[in-house]
């Protein structure tokens, strides 16, 4: 997107155009204004701009409110952290801060950050998003705090002058082909090689890698992280963020060679934060039980769930465990605070044969699921001839003598 564009969308007749249009679908509008188009080039970026508001309105509604903020593309809509992550990684940041974002994007980031720090420098590779990524800072009253730089991040660290507090980085997780990766040397930029030279710039690093890493790796990969935070929704795990000390690397050369102990934080911003470390959750004995009909099933958060203190939530919540593998929970009482969703057991069936085919006579609409079962989600609701829908479940499991069992639940 150039700048003759970008002004003609924010000037009052290109937001008044995009308002216009906003509960148009795209695809009729690019037919009925395919023939304005290169008399109009300002006209597929306006539809564009409809289409991502459409979008991206749930995940970022402060951006999206702002009728002058504009996208560089659809896929920046589809990969721009939500408003709610964003607030949390600016909650790392403290105040007045210097702060350096290799990887601006779309910058949902970096102006969330900017309202914490003093002074914010965001490098773009792409020189349409860092046009745009000016232009919405603006927009967003940003300008005095936030400086785009049109780069490639690596090109820039090399000869910087610059001395941040602290580094944040949003590795691309795509590869050529637009494909995903999950592994943090193959995205882009990849980090790890360039911890020597950021130990130069600064003396603290953010990183935002995928929840597909394991946690353990991801710490053995950037030796030096004090913290490890597990973000998300209450349905989803969205992203691990590493809060690296750069003091473990000299010019050139890794200094340290053990792993300090860390500690871990499964996040879901507004609803809960559980921390721990991997030597608490090694060391916690957990109670190994039966659930039994009228006690209280326990499912932790996807959160807590890839954070793993598996061992630990038996011990601190004094709640028993069913099996070693199947990581759900269950007490006589109700535990106020436990990290996920509980629900009243109505019954736990053997799964067998005689309960298999009557089950669908008792219970023809519940919702199923599996946890440490041989037989996959899908696979199971079709042998049990049941459909998903209404408040119950059924949660099938094995227990640690390997026996399989089918517990009936209903929500608290």
Request: charge should be neutral.
């Amino acid at each position: 997107m150039d700048t003759s564009i970008i002004n003609y969308l924010s000037s009052p007749e290109g937001v008044e155009w995009i308002q216009r249009n906003s509960a148009e679908d795209p695809s009729a509008l690019r037919l009925k204004y395919a023939s304005s188009f290169s008399s109009s080039p300002w006209l597929p970026a306006a539809i564009m701009q409809i289409e991502c508001r459409a979008r991206a309105a749930k995940k970022i509604p402060e951006e999206v409110a702002a009728p002058r903020f504009l996208f560089p593309s659809l896929l920046s809509s589809e990969q721009a952290t939500s408003d709610s992550l964003a607030d949390f990684h600016a909650s790392l940041i403290q105040e007045g801060s210097g702060v350096l974002d290799l990887t601006c994007g779309l910058g949902i980031d970096t102006f969330h950050i900017a309202r914490r720090a003093t002074s914010l420098t965001s490098v773009e590779r792409e020189p349409s998003y860092a046009r745009v990524a000016e232009h919405n800072a603006a927009v967003l009253g940003l300008s005095d705090r936030v400086s785009i730089i049109n780069s490639d991040c690596i090109d820039y660290i090399a000869s910087a002058s610059l001395r941040p507090d602290v580094i944040f980085v949003d590795p691309a997780r795509r590869d050529s082909s637009g494909g995903r990766v999950y592994g943090l040397s193959d995205c882009s930029p990849d980090i790890v090689p360039l911890l020597p030279r950021l130990a130069q710039i600064s003396p603290r690093l953010i990183v935002k890698a995928s929840p597909m890493l394991d946690i353990s790796s991801l710490a053995s990969e950037l030796p030096g992280v004090t913290d490890i935070y597990v973000t998300g929704t209450s349905t989803e795990c969205k992203e691990l963020i590493a809060d690296v000390s750069l003091a473990r690397y000299s010019d050139s050369v890794e200094i340290a060679s053990t792993s300090p102990t860390y500690g871990i934080h499964a996040i879901v911003p507004g609803l809960l934060r559980f921390t721990f470390t991997p030597q608490q959750e090694a060391a916690a004995v957990p109670v190994i039980g039966r659930p039994k009909v009228g006690e209280i099933l326990y499912e932790p958060h996807p959160v807590v769930m890839k954070a793993g203190p598996f061992r630990l939530l038996s011990q601190r919540w004094k709640v028993a465990k069913i099996g070693g593998n199947s990581h759900l929970y269950f007490s006589s009482e109700i535990r106020e605070g436990f990290p996920g969703s509980a629900f009243r057991i109505l019954e736990v069936l053997p799964y067998a044969s005689g309960e298999i085919k009557r089950l669908a006579r008792r219970y023809p609409v519940i919702n199923v699921a599996t946890r440490n079962f041989d037989v996959p989600t899908d696979a199971l609701r079709r042998k049990l001839r049941v459909r998903d829908g209404g408040n119950l479940r059924l949660m099938a499991t094995t227990l640690p003598d390997s026996s399989r069992i089918m517990i009936i639940l209903s929500p608290l």
